[in-house]
């Protein structure tokens, strides 16, 4: 695939971190050690990782000037439409206006079925939140990213048991991954065998935010350099564990 990138489509927005000493009580007052702005969003995040694992990466969203933005528009079909798709080996969605992106991977798999295999774009979507309009997304990638809160809201108490329980929702031929915080994470291939990788938490948690985008980031990365869905599934883990040791992402890779 030579130099073809990676896009990650989504959200970018404004992350305001504060750095407490400790958890907060409900109804006290706490001193805040520091503050600091970073760019963050499910999708911004994938490829801030992407780019420091190495990977050639792309970010589609809607930007503005300025610190703070309201009533920014997701990506449509529209837009996407104007994509050259030939410049990519894999699209990543983050679920949001599923309506529209059900659209853009329609487009995508059209493209795919006039290309040779080499050539075809990986699909993958990440569901992360509970809402209805998102699960028509479940069969739309051939890589399907579940949060642990979907997961609990089918009714499901493991990652094993969320495997199982939604596989058959996904297309033929597709893997379903789900992470579910410190108890590591499962995957499961067409096969039907469920692969499992524990987490690696760090010696202190310094900082969880984007530890998922994180995950996923680096289980695409290592899946799009032709590595198994076991090594993908590790590290991942690994990578997402050392994130939530430090603060932001610089330094993720030490």
Not at 83 to 110: C, F, P, T
Not at 138 to 165: N, R
Not at 172 to 193: F, H, N, Q, S, Y
Request: hydrophobic share 35%; glycine share 10%; net charge negative.
């Amino acid at each position: 695939m030579g130099d073809k990138k990676i896009l990650s489509i989504g959200l970018v927005c404004l992350d305001i971190i504060n750095v407490v000493d400790k958890y907060p009580e409900e109804d006290t007052d706490t001193s805040c050690l520091s503050q600091r702005w970073q760019r963050g969003g499910n999708a911004s995040n994938t490829c801030t990782v992407l780019s420091l694992l190495g990977a050639p990466c792309a970010f589609m969203g809607s930007l503005a000037p300025g610190p703070v933005a309201e009533n920014l528009p997701d990506v449509s079909v529209e837009d996407f439409s104007k994509v050259d798709l030939s410049q990519y080996k894999w699209i990543h969605w983050e679920g949001r206006n599923a309506d529209e992106q059900v659209k853009m991977i329609e487009r995508v798999r059209e493209y795919n079925s006039k290309q040779e295999e080499k050539n075809r774009i990986s699909i993958s979507v990440e569901i992360e939140k509970t809402r209805e309009p998102l699960y028509q997304l479940f069969p739309l990638g051939d890589l399907v990213f579940v949060s642990k809160d979907v997961a609990q809201h089918f009714g499901f108490t493991s990652s094993a048991a969320a495997l199982k329980g939604i596989y058959g929702r996904l297309r033929k031929g597709a893997t379903l991954i789900c992470a579910w915080a410190e108890k590591g994470a499962d995957a499961m291939g067409p096969d039907g065998v469920i692969i499992h990788s524990d987490a690696f938490p760090p010696e202190k948690l310094v900082d969880t935010l984007g530890a998922g985008d994180t995950f996923n980031a680096s289980v695409i990365y290592s899946l799009s350099n032709g590595g198994s869905l076991q090594d993908a599934l590790t590290f991942g883990c690994q990578i997402a564990g050392k994130k939530c040791g430090i603060h932001g992402y610089d330094g993720i890779l030490h």
